[in-house]
């Protein structure tokens, strides 16, 4: 008779374990199932930012149900449970210093989801790295880099940098591309190269106001920034739709605006060599 019990309640707890997963795993394919529809819809990046995070967060609730509904099929980890929880103040003591990150983690990334400093999709900066925010859990923010690397940072540690954010408003960008040419160089004749070599470019935008038209205001404006030693230094804006188109474009520019100079006798400007007596 005490076998019989013993392999029914062996029988029972096993079908409760199988439940159980079954369980959590249809409602996690239910749940994926519908973030994914929603994500795949024309919606704005907040709404996209929200709905991530809320995807991350029924995902870890369901994998905390499921782990908390085994161990209560299984009467003697329900036994030691229930003792753990019951024992005492050392235990929650312990519970609460090892969870205090967890929850600042937690409590951050709802911060950052409805104040919205940066949303999943936007390009950012953040202590001198620049990437592509690609997804926001309960625990961390990971960014998409240059070279493809992931950067995975705590939320309660994001929250509290400084960011730039390049398309909290709009995509639109002004960069500036920086050259310098000889001291001895023709000025009007590098100016000339420099805009027309911009103007060329599909990618360059207009964002001259109409006063600033009508005022003839160049739409390329190539500034002397200042003489430093032998090189005349230009800080020249440039308008693109966004980041990366900009530094394509300037990339392109810079090419092209070298072979130019190559080719009109125009020099690069190079810093003057010192020697070692610190004389020119």
């Known amino acids: 008779m005490t076998i019989f019990n013993s ?34 819809k024309d919606i704005d990046s907040g709404s996209r930012t929200g709905i991530t995070f809320l995807r991350n967060a029924v995902k870890a609730a369901i994998v905390v149900g499921a782990v908390i509904g085994i161990v209560y099929c299984i009467p003697p980890l329900r036994s030691l449970a229930v003792g753990f929880f019951a024992g005492a103040s050392i235990l929650a003591a312990f519970i609460g ?49 240059l070279e493809n690397k992931r950067l995975i940072y705590p939320n309660s540690v994001i929250d509290s940098e400084a960011v730039t954010n390049w398309t909290i408003k709009e995509e639109k960008v002004q960069k500036f591309m920086f050259l310098s040419i000889d001291l001895d160089s023709d000025v009007d004749l590098a100016v000339s190269i420099i805009q027309e070599e911009a103007l060329r470019h599909p990618d360059l935008l207009d964002e001259r106001s109409d006063d600033e038209k009508r005022d003839g205001v160049p739409l390329v404006n190539s500034p002397i920034l200042d003489f430093n030693g032998a090189m005349i ?37 190079r810093p003057s060599q010192v020697n070692f007596e610190g004389k020119l």
């Open 7 to 40: 392999e029914n309640s062996l029988l029972l707890t096993s079908f409760s374990i199988a439940a159980v997963v079954l369980v959590a795993m249809l409602a996690y394919w239910f749940s994926r199932k519908a973030f994914e529809h929603h994500l795949k």
């Open 97 to 145: 210093f090892a969870s205090q990150n967890a929850f600042s983690n937690i409590v951050s990334g709802v911060f950052i989801v409805l104040f919205k400093p940066f949303r999943v999709g936007d390009i950012i900066k953040i202590r001198d790295e620049i990437g592509t925010v690609e997804d926001i859990t309960l625990r961390h923010t990971i960014i998409n880099a």
């Open 233 to 269: 230094n230009f800080r020249i804006p440039l308008w693109a739709k966004d980041l990366p188109t900009s530094m394509g474009m300037i990339w392109d520019l810079q090419k092209s605006i070298r072979e130019r100079f190559e080719e009109a006798g125009v020099a690069i400007g």
